[in-house]
Structures are given as C-alpha cells and as structure tokens.
C-alpha cells in the first residue's frame, strides 16, 4: 500500500482535514457574502403593456419573452400591476395578461393608470375596485391585495394620502411602494422607434444609455438609503413591461447581480422595517418611497448624472 508520508508530504489524514478546512472556509465566504447581499424585489408596472411596440410585435410575444428570461435566471415571484381598461377591446393584450397572471403574481395599479393629483380621493377609490374583476378573474390564489400608485403620485394634500391609504387598509391592500426606480420606462417606446426604424446604431446607444443610467440610479437609491435610514435596506425596483424588457432584461438582471443584489419576492423586501413608515404630508410628484423622505427631511441630493429625458424623446423620430 503506499502511503504519502515523505520529507515533504503530508500524512493522510492531516492532508484530508486541511483541505476540508480549506473548502469550509470557501463555503463560509460565500454564504457570508450572499447573506450580505442587498434584498430585492423585482416589479413591473403598466401590465398589459407600457408605451409603443415595433411594427409585427404582439404583447402575448413580449410577455413570453419577458416570462422565460425570469424562468430561466430563476427571480423568485414577480408582482405584475395591471391596468385593466387596457384589455378593452385587446385580444393580444388579454392573452399576454393571462400568460403572465399564470407564471407569476399581479396586484392592482389602477382601472385606467389613474393620476391621483388629478382626481379626488373618490374617484381614485372607484378606479382601484374598477380593476378588482380582472385581478379576480385572473389570480386563483387571490394574492392580488397589493397596490401600486400610478407614476408614483400617493397624493397631493395630506388630506387626499390619508384617504387613499384608509381606503387602501379597510380593503386588505398593502402598498406596494417604490425605492428604486431609473425610470426603465423611457427606453420602451424610443426603443420601438429605433426599431421600426432599423437604426442599429442608435438601439446600441439605447442600450448603453439603460445600462448607465440603471447603473447610476441603482447607487444613488442605496446612497438616499443611507442618508435616510443610517443603513441599507431591502429595496423594490420599479420597471415597466414593455418593448425594451425582454430585449433588455437579461443585461439588467446581471447589473443587478454585479452590484450585489440578491432577488427575494416582494413581501420579503417590504418585511425590512423601512416599509412601516409613511411621510404622511401632501406631496407633488415626489417619486420614490426614498424622493419623498428626502424632500420631508431636507436631505440634499448626493452628486448624481441625470437621466437622458431629451435625447430619449428625440431619438428615432
Ligand atoms: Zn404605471
């Protein structure tokens, strides 16, 4: 039998318990470092769909798309918050839902994308049990209880927020908030455009200005964070289904991973204590969970790039 002792070798058994140490302080590090990792929640908004597609593209194809990406990166369940006066009338757009309602979860964003800051307390209530059916028809596990403010507006006087939110907690919702957002949105129809157009050279600038931007709001939110609460939290990221998200999506999931994320399910990230409070005043156009504490408490902005506004309405016309 030979054995692997030697001037230099090391006997058997020391051999095996050294690299048995070694893999469990490999194993430690890494579980350290997922343990450490950012909670996220990934949300869309505006579900069937959000702006313009390219010509010969149906939403039930976007919608599969967008579906198999998250299948395949294996994201834990994705809240889809659905305006139901878009499937009046849209086949496509029916189809796409019910694809999405049978893969992953939806809550309620309002009948129309209703404006609060244009309308009463009310008539915003009325819209919210206007889209009940659709969300009822649609989720057989009835998880639809979440609810997203359209364009983020919770109210423009204290008055209109406290009544939403009263009518929002006798009906069993939970408020589905925001803390982190680069307005994904922009780049679906610019990038319908760029396309009907077959302009390659600007749907790459698309790309690298999604992925700047993404990159630069993803720090900014977790700065606010800090500045807000002394600490990082679990976030919820904001996007949009729409023309861009399937072509998209896998680079974002892995600017996500880059930057250390790790996705969890909505009801995980809103379990962070951060969800508890509410600004509680009257605010226009705030934004985010986070926009609206800075705003409250003062907190100026760290340095940050803006986002590409007017290029994005100019490119491709
Ligand atoms: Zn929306």
Known sequence: ????????????????VS????????LFWIFCGTGNAQKLAITFDDLPLNGLLPPGVTRVETTKNVLEILKKRHVPPVYGFINAKKLEGNA?????????????????????????????????????????????????????HWFRYPYLREGDTVEKRRAVRAYLKTHGYTIAQV?????????????????????????????????STASEFLDLGREQAKLIYGREISYVLLMHLGAYSSTILS????????????????????????????????????GTLLDQWM?????????????PYKEMESICQ
């Open 295 to 307: 705003q409250v408490k003062g907190i100026k902005y760290p340095e940050h790039a803006e986002k």
């Open 19 to 26: 690299q048995i140490l070694f893999l469990l302080v490999i």
């Open 251 to 286: 680079d974002a999931l892995d600017l996500l991973k880059k930057k250390g994320f790790k996705l969890v399910t909505l009801e995980e990230a809103e379990s962070d204590v951060a969800y508890e409070s509410d600004p509680d005043v009257g605010l226009h156009d705030a």
């Open 92 to 144: 496509d757009g029916a189809e796409a839902l019910k694809l999405w309602a049978a893969a992953e979860p939806v809550g309620n964003h309002t009948y129309s994308h209703m404006d609060l800051e244009q309308n009463t307390a009310e008539a915003f209530e009325r819209e919210i049990e206007e889209n009940e059916p659709a969300l009822e028809l649609l989720d057989v596990n009835n998880s639809w």
């Open 179 to 211: 803390t982190l957002d680069w307005e994904d949105y922009l780049w679906n129809t610019a990038y319908a455009r760029c396309v009907a157009k077959n302009d390659t050279k600007s749907i790459e600038w698309l790309r690298s200005s999604y992925l």
């Open 1 to 16: 039998m030979k054995h692997f002792s030697g001037v230099t070798g090391l006997p058997p058994r020391r051999f095996v």
